[in-house]
């Protein structure tokens, strides 16, 4: 099973810019492949997904115009850019993969450690 490891969190000003990868230990071209966030007290919830390809791409509304899910299947990693950071998004981000793009809130794979997002001033 694919393991997979979070990086790039961290402390910014709200409106400020974060750029997460997220690395698998194996290869991921099969994979449509999904960003997710949980704050304390919360649910789990999918942010961003992105076919095999990448070619395309699906958004949680809260996120539209603001981040960017891109993946480089040869490097079996996962990007996710964060603009225009708000207090809102604090949360752990995680990644995980799934089979197909309309299923990819309900994935029971593992889940990594994830990286801690803090926007605050």
């Known amino acids: 099973q694919v393991q997979f490891v979070e990086s790039g969190g961290g402390l910014v000003q709200p409106g400020g810019s974060l750029r997460l990868s997220c690395a698998a230990s194996g290869t991921i071209s099969a994979y449509v492949m999904g960003w997710y966030r949980q704050a304390p007290g919360k649910q789990r919830e999918l942010v961003a997904s992105i076919g095999w390809a990448g070619g395309i791409t699906n958004y949680e509304d809260s996120v539209k115009g603001r981040f960017t899910i891109s993946r480089d299947n040869d490097k079996n990693t996962v990007y996710l850019q964060m603009n225009s950071l708000k207090p809102e998004d604090t949360a752990v981000y995680y990644c995980?993969?799934?089979?197909?793009?309309?299923?990819?809130?309900?994935?029971?794979?593992?889940w990594g450690q994830g990286t801690q997002v803090t926007v605050s001033s």
């Open positions: 995980n993969a799934g089979s197909s793009m309309v299923t990819m809130a309900r994935v029971s794979g593992s």
